[in-house]
C-alpha cells in the first residue's frame, strides 16, 4: 500500500530555509488526481494545514504562511517538497506530509512525521 | 478561518465504557467533518470522514454523527488500543482546520 516518507534537516538556523521532501512509494503522485499536503504540529499542540501541491504543480497555500512557502513536486522522482523561509522558532514543530484533501476532503495517508527544530 | 472546539480536552474513562466527544464548528461546515486518532510518537489516522463515514479498516465501535456547527465522535465500547488523542478535522472552506485535541486516557 501507498507509504509517504519525509526527509530533510533537523536543526534549521533562525532566519534561514526549511526544506524537507516526501518520498512516495506503492503509488504514483502523477495521475491519481490526489492533493499532496504538508501539515505541522508544534510540540505538545494541534495540527496546522500549511498548504497543498496537484501533480501538475499548482498550489494553495495557508493565508498565514503563504508569504514564505514553496512547493514543488517531481513526478519522476515520486517526491514533492516544502520549503518554509525565514524561520523562527515559532517554526520548530513535527513536519507530516499527507495525501489529501482526498475527495472525501480528509487526510487519509500521513507520513510518520519529522522534527525540525528551529535554533542557533 | 473556521474554529473547531472540542470538549472534552482531556476524558478518564475504563475499557468497556461508551465515550462521546464533542467537536463545534465556529460556523456550518455541513458534514464536511473528519476525525483521526493519534497515539504519542505517530501520525494521526482517519477515522472517520462526511461526519458519519469509517475509514476502511476502522472498528465498527467507532462512529461519528452530526452536521452544520456541531459534531460527535462515539466510541461505543473502550479497548486498550484506543486510549490516544482525538482531533476533528473541517474542509467545508479553506484552509483546513482541525480541533485542539481530545486526549483519552485509562482511569
Known amino acids: 500500500q501507498m507509504q509517504l516518507q519525509e526527509s530533510g534537516p533537523g536543526l534549521v538556523k533562525p532566519s534561514q530555509t526549511l526544506s524537507l521532501t516526501c518520498s512516495v512509494s506503492g503509488g504514483s503522485i502523477r495521475g491519481g488526481g490526489y492533493y499532496w499536503s504538508w501539515i505541522r504540529q508544534h510540540p505538545k499542540k494541534g495540527l496546522e494545514w500549511i498548504g497543498y501541491i496537484y501533480d501538475n504543480g499548482s498550489t494553495d497555500y495557508n493565508a498565514s504562511l503563504k508569504s514564505r512557502i514553496t512547493m514543488s513536486v517531481d513526478t519522476s522522482k515520486n517526491q514533492f517538497s516544502l520549503k518554509l523561509s525565514s524561520v523562527t522558532a515559532a517554526d520548530t514543530a513535527v513536519y507530516y506530509c499527507?495525501?489529501?484533501?482526498?475527495?472525501?476532503?480528509?487526510?487519509?495517508?500521513w507520513g510518520q512525521g519529522t522534527m525540525v527544530t528551529v535554533s542557533s | 478561518d473556521i474554529q473547531l472546539t472540542q470538549s472534552p480536552s482531556f476524558l478518564s474513562a475504563s475499557v468497556g465504557d461508551r465515550v462521546t466527544i464533542t467537536c463545534r464548528a465556529s460556523?456550518?461546515?455541513?458534514?464536511?467533518l473528519a476525525w483521526y486518532q493519534q497515539k504519542p510518537g505517530k501520525a494521526p489516522k482517519l477515522l472517520i470522514y462526511?461526519?458519519?463515514t469509517l475509514q476502511s479498516g476502522v472498528p465498527s465501535r467507532f462512529s461519528g454523527s452530526g452536521s452544520g456547527t456541531e459534531f460527535t465522535l462515539t466510541i461505543s465500547s473502550l479497548q486498550p488500543e484506543d486510549f490516544a488523542t482525538y482531533y476533528c478535522?473541517?474542509?467545508?472552506?479553506?484552509?483546513?482546520?482541525f480541533g485542539q485535541g481530545t486526549r483519552l486516557e485509562i482511569k
Open positions: 499527507a495525501r489529501g484533501p482526498t475527495a472525501h476532503d480528509a487526510f487519509d495517508i
Open positions: 460556523q456550518g461546515i455541513s458534514s464536511y
Open positions: 478535522q473541517q474542509l467545508n472552506s479553506y484552509p483546513p482546520t
Open positions: 462526511g461526519a458519519s
